[in-house]
């Protein structure tokens, strides 16, 4: 019997997990890793230095600084 694979997706990101079952836990962590990438994507368009970065429950959140 071959051995499948199994895989999960959070927007645009594709995770694959050993196990076929997927626990909370590996949920949190991709939507971890998920927010990293799109705060390392934002970072490049808003200097930060200039522009606040906030992640907040509606979505991003970016203010000029003072």
Do not use: C, S
Request: no cysteine; net charge negative.
């Amino acid at each position: 019997m071959k051995r499948q694979r199994t895989y999960f997706m959070i927007d645009d990101l594709v995770f694959e997990v050993q196990k076929p079952e997927i626990t909370l836990r590996q949920v949190k962590i991709a939507q971890v890793k998920n927010e990293n990438e799109q705060y390392k994507e934002l970072r490049k368009e808003f200097n930060e230095d200039i522009y606040h970065i906030e992640k907040r429950p509606e979505g991003w959140f970016i203010i000029e600084k003072e």
